[in-house]
């Protein structure tokens, strides 16, 4: 089960997120799903289409259902199967 505590040891693919910061104002406010995610991006669909976005340059608030998580893009940089492991 993820929780705020874990979820940097968790797949992110499927979770609602919303950037709640970010160095490009037009990248602020997107929400929508995690449906992709590399090293450096995050990609994510939303009902204007999908966005990929830097996480180096955003902050992201993750939807958990019983509750909401915010978390620097920073943290987020890394394959997901080595942030996993770590």
Do not use: Y
Not at 21 to 29: D, M, Q
């Amino acid at each position: 089960m993820i929780t705020p505590q874990n979820i940097l040891r968790h797949e992110l693919i499927g979770l609602n997120v919303q950037v709640t910061k970010a160095l490009n104002p037009l990248s602020r406010n997107i929400k929508g799903e995690v449906i992709d995610e590399t090293q450096q991006t995050i990609l994510i669909r939303t009902k204007n289409g999908d966005k990929k976005l830097l996480k180096r340059l955003a902050t992201f608030e993750f939807d958990l259902k019983k509750a909401r998580v915010e978390v620097k893009g920073l943290e987020l940089i890394g394959r997901s199967w080595e942030r996993i492991k770590k």
